[in-house]
């Protein structure tokens, strides 16, 4: 079995959609698949030779120059003639491009959508809408993202599949404290997130003002890239220096979710969140915003918490809850990583990928 993928660009394998492209590509040679890769625009780490396959740099540049849709048309001509007829690709320029020319070329294209369309803007919808006739079928790694698809893109229900994003099946090493310890050590609360506007890191930040004004001993640790600057000056405000803690970007996040006791993500928006999952699968309870897939992954009251995005007292109010409860910590944490490991495990996500793929071949044959 033969199978193209196309993306923008690929810069690392940690960031989200970059590390579920690799478990993918990974999976399927790993099933006897070939797999053709190539990017629009190659990065440091393409160049590297790390990568399981591959990786072709097309150079194809902007959207408004003709010989840009020449080129991904003269790869698909290329691609055809080497005996592929599936094309699945990701990000945003790819997806406008690849459609139609890959069409024309003789190719069925698959796009993904992995986010609520926070970057979608007038003049990107409307070409969505005009490729969007070309494209055979579209990936969504939740309900909530797909029905931002359909609605903003107009791509056809029946087109559409939801795949989870997918995990090696194992959970990850739990560290629990000792008790009495935590008599004297102050709760971790964790955030793994770019240090980013939409994230809200600074709704987070405020809620653990609260919970130090009230007398709760807890702490802060903030995993992620980004400019500190604005953060670090409203830590200030609060007076709360000795107890938040910037870690910066990492590439093994997991190393530092075992230390946290709580892990929060309240972010203004979401597709299906990979730092949520990494949490789940670490063992923690999770308190979270209600927008976009969060809602599909934590069920409020099971394993972790939800909360309206903005409401800062009612994030420090779930906090609270769980830094006084610590048998209520441990409860949710262990249903979050049983949820982990039956639903979102890597195998039925390859599986459903697969027969997606072949289902779609098999029709172009009819």
């Not at 590390?19 to 190539?38: D, H, N, T, Y």
């Not at 039956?342 to 390859?350: G, I, R, T, V």
Request: proline share 4%; glycine share 10%.
């Amino acid at each position: 079995m033969k199978l193209s993928i196309i993306m923008d660009q690929y810069n690392n394998p940690y960031a989200g959609t970059e590390s579920q492209v690799l478990k993918l590509i990974s999976g399927l040679v790993e099933r006897g698949w070939e797999v053709r890769f190539a990017v629009f625009r190659g990065t440091r780490y393409t160049q590297n030779g790390e990568f399981p396959v591959a990786i072709e740099e097309l150079n194809i540049g902007s959207l408004s120059n003709p010989g840009s849709w020449l080129k991904a048309y003269r790869y698909g001509r290329k691609l055809k003639k080497n005996g592929f007829d599936l094309v699945h690709v990701f990000f945003n320029d790819a997806s406008v491009l690849c459609p139609p020319t890959m069409s024309l070329a003789g190719l069925k294209t698959v796009i993904s959508r992995r986010d609520m369309g926070f970057w979608y803007n007038k003049k990107y919808l409307h070409t969505l809408r005009l490729t969007g006739r070309f494209v055979a079928g579209a990936v969504c790694n939740s309900k909530a993202v797909a029905e931002i698809t359909a609605s903003s893109e107009g791509i056809p229900g029946e087109k559409i599949k939801v795949i989870y994003n997918g995990y090696p099946a194992e959970s990850m090493p739990k560290t629990v404290p000792d008790d009495a310890d935590k008599q004297s050590d102050p709760i971790v609360i964790g955030v793994v997130a770019n240090l980013r506007p939409i994230k809200r890191i600074d709704d987070l930040i405020k809620a653990v003002g609260k919970l130090r004004k009230a007398g709760l001993r807890s702490s802060l640790n903030i995993v992620g890239g980004g400019d500190q600057t604005p953060y670090a000056q409203l830590v200030g405000e609060l007076g709360i220096q000795d107890v938040i803690q910037f870690l910066g970007a990492q590439a093994e996040p997991e190393k530092y979710i075992k230390d946290f006791d709580i892990a929060v993500l309240c972010s203004e928006t979401e597709g299906f969140s990979n730092a949520i999952i990494e949490y789940m699968r670490c063992g923690k309870p999770v308190v979270c915003t209600r927008t976009g897939g969060n809602p599909e992954i934590i069920q409020d009251g099971e394993n972790g918490y939800l909360v309206e995005v903005g409401d800062v007292s009612g994030l420090a109010e779930k906090l609270k809850t769980l830094i006084e409860q610590p048998e209520l910590r441990e409860r949710m944490g262990r249903k979050g990583a049983e949820k982990v490991t039956e639903k979102y495990n890597l195998n039925a996500m390859l599986d459903q990928h697969t027969a997606l793929y072949e289902t779609l071949r098999a029709r172009a044959s009819q």
